[in-house]
């Protein structure tokens, strides 16, 4: 990011403008949004989006942030993840560590979760809130089936987000040593093998949205925002939505 020095140089970064030290940031002008060009559930909507976005060549439109908050002290994480699966109950899914990670401990006390999808060159966002929940371990195990073996065992290996500890023989270890070692038990561990099954602790993360805003950048920050919201009382099918414009 471009850096900008106020007139006070009080500011490490201030107003900056894409790659610009300064200056005006872009105007959105590549879109519009309307109520009538939206599908009636947005499991659907965020397919024809994610399809546009694949097709638009976009590095990675799978990426998205996830945020989890821990209960009680309400604590904030959030991090980058990679979308695997959108089920047609209208389900997001992602994968990872659920054993030792943050979002592990924050999940069981909190299993409110919100995803952002953001795709930049289209000018679009897509903000998910919902309720997560574990997937099965078979349905995991499909999943974990179509990674290269250099990442299964990187599951096997990686006590995700623990402190790693410098090994005063090794000069200049920071710590990476022992995960290397985590690593090389895991492949003694499956040498030989073919079939890898998918750790415990590792797995799918489904987040079943309550709430789903789609948002189509516009000139003058006067942006396109459309929110779908489960009715209040209905069971949870997925046509059960009601649909509004939001303010910029």
């Not at 309307?34 to 799978?62: G, H, K, Y």
Request: charged letters at 25%; glycine letters at 8%.
């Amino acid at each position: 990011m471009a850096l900008y020095n106020s007139p006070s140089d009080s500011k490490l970064i201030f107003a900056p403008a894409g790659s610009s030290p300064h200056g005006q940031a872009e105007q959105f002008t590549k879109s519009t949004l309307s109520r009538n060009r939206l599908s009636a559930s947005p499991a659907l909507q965020f397919n024809t989006w994610f399809s546009q976005a694949q097709a638009a060549s976009i590095p990675q439109p799978e990426a998205c942030t996830l945020s989890t908050a821990a209960l009680p002290s309400g604590r904030v994480s959030s991090r980058i993840v990679y979308l695997k699966e959108l089920d047609r109950q209208g389900g997001f899914v992602v994968y990872s560590n659920f054993g030792t990670s943050g979002k592990a401990a924050d999940l069981a006390t909190n299993p409110h979760a919100a995803l952002v999808f953001h795709w930049g060159p289209l000018q679009r966002q897509v903000r998910v809130e919902g309720v997560a929940a574990r997937c099965s371990r078979e349905e995991s195990q499909v999943y974990f089936d179509t990674r290269v073996r250099g990442s299964k065992i990187g599951a096997w290996a990686s006590r995700q987000s623990e402190v790693l500890v410098p090994k005063e023989d090794v000069e200049g270890d920071d710590g990476r040593a022992q995960l290397e070692e985590w690593v090389a038990e895991a492949e003694r561990r499956f040498e030989g093998e073919a079939e890898i099954p998918v750790p415990e602790f590792w797995g799918g993360l489904r987040i079943v949205p309550t709430r789903v805003e789609f948002w189509q950048g516009r000139e003058s920050r006067l942006h396109d925002r459309f929110v779908y919201e489960r009715e209040e009382g209905r069971d949870g099918r997925d046509d059960e939505w009601t649909l509004q414009r939001l303010s910029p």
